[in-house]
């Protein structure tokens, strides 16, 4: 994830871990199959109920199994040679390319399905289905007839699991496994909730710790053609940061190609907050002020846990002498990151206009104490900086002695 911040920080780490721990205690005390779904369902269903059934909360009663079997009898129509190829062959390689199929994906390995939870739909929240897996299985080389021990299975509930054939590539990375429903829809045993600001860090987490990218998961031709939709936002977040930083050397600046670049970035790919903070910095570099905050604020909404956003929108607030603002988001950025010392250094800035010293003190002191090295004190120097381009003439004497000159 070229794009993803290489490092989390503790606060961000811990909540990942404890949700990888909420995954592996659901699943105790049975086997379970598990299932990524990138936003929340009423009903965890296959395609083609999904098709059928537009709005979720309404339980009309189609023939979802005699729909499955036309769609059979019509790619035989296309490709007469299927005719004697066993029908979950087909059908795997149908719900491969995309085609509706009473096919529910679901993976043994929960870290897979954790990845598919958080790959799309960044702006809502997504979960990680929990289904004991069931004991009718067929795989491709299975007659298509059911054996009459299977119908009285109470405990796999008439659900079937399918093994897919592993002629597809991408079924050995993602360790596929179909289930089928009479209904359409299953019920699952368990459900685990993955926060929205949580997506894009646990896809860090699982890439550096685990080795599953888009890449690993999507490791064929057909995964490559539909990851140059993916990419093209990236592609032109890209341009914009290169025009970008070309246009900060200059004397006369003109950020209106990288702007164009962030916003066609944007339209592609609508829920993208670091789009939305390279915007926030250039309005600021415009002194557009409010238009600045705008967008920081989007991209706090889509990225809560990222202490750089609440940091930046905090200097764009108290740049407009909004201190009481400045002061929220700077702890905001501590509280998400609270080993960057210039979140540090701009809370105390703003402290000292609003002429809070006892909370100045605490800064400069976890600045002393925290991050500065022996007999440099540069942290400390950017604080006696802003005392004098500010003029403040009322420092109380015990913090003037602890300044460097």
């Known amino acids: 994830m070229e794009q993803q911040e290489n490092k989390l920080n503790t606060y961000t780490l811990d909540r990942i871990e404890r949700k990888i721990r909420e995954i ?95 790959e799309k739909e960044m702006g809502k929240n997504g979960c990680v289905i929990l289904l004991k897996r069931p004991t009718k299985e067929k795989s491709e080389d299975d007659n298509d007839e059911k054996k009459p021990e299977d119908d009285n299975d109470e405990e796999c509930r008439d659900y079937t699991l399918i093994k897919p054939p592993e002629v597809i590539d991408r079924v050995k990375p993602q360790k596929s496994l179909f289930v089928e429903s009479p209904t359409g829809f299953i019920e699952p045993d368990g459900i685990v909730d993955i926060p929205r600001d949580l997506k894009v860090p646990i896809l860090t987490y699982i890439e550096k710790h685990h080795a599953i990218s888009r890449q690993y998961i999507y490791n064929d031709i057909h995964g490559f053609i539909k990851s140059g939709d993916i990419e093209m936002p990236y592609l032109e977040f890209e341009k914009g940061m290169e025009d970008k930083n070309k246009q900060i050397k200059k004397e006369e600046k003109d950020f209106s190609k990288a702007i164009s670049h962030y916003e066609i970035a944007l339209k592609l790919k609508p829920e993208f907050p670091e789009a939305y903070s390279e915007l926030g910095q250039i309005h600021f570099l415009n002194h557009s002020y409010d238009e600045s905050i705008e967008n920081y604020t989007k991209a706090i909404c889509l990225e809560s846990t990222n202490a750089k956003h609440y940091l930046s929108r905090g200097i764009v607030h108290a740049e407009k002498k909004e201190h009481e603002k400045a002061v929220k988001d700077f702890s905001n950025a501590i509280d998400k990151n609270d080993n960057d010392p210039y979140s540090y250094i701009e809370r105390c800035k703003s402290l000292m206009v609003l002429n809070m010293w006892d909370e100045v003190r605490l800064d400069i002191n976890t600045l002393k104490d925290r991050f500065e090295q022996s007999g440099q004190s540069k942290h400390l120097k950017l604080l006696t900086k802003f005392v004098k381009d500010e003029d403040i003439d009322d420092l109380p004497e015990d913090i003037k002695n602890i300044l460097p000159p």
């Open 24 to 118: 592996v205690d659901a699943s105790e005390g049975a086997e379970y199959i598990y299932r990524g779904e990138a936003q929340y369902h009423t009903k965890v269903c296959s395609g083609l109920y999904r098709g059928y059934n537009k709005n979720e909360e309404e339980e009309e009663d189609y023939d979802i199994v005699g729909s499955q079997k036309i769609i059979l009898k019509k790619i035989n129509d296309y490709l007469p040679e299927t005719i004697k190829v066993n029908k979950y062959k087909i059908l795997a390689q149908l719900q491969h390319y995309g085609a509706r199929t009473n096919l529910i994906d679901f993976t043994p390995d929960f870290l897979i399905a954790l990845y598919f939870a958080c």
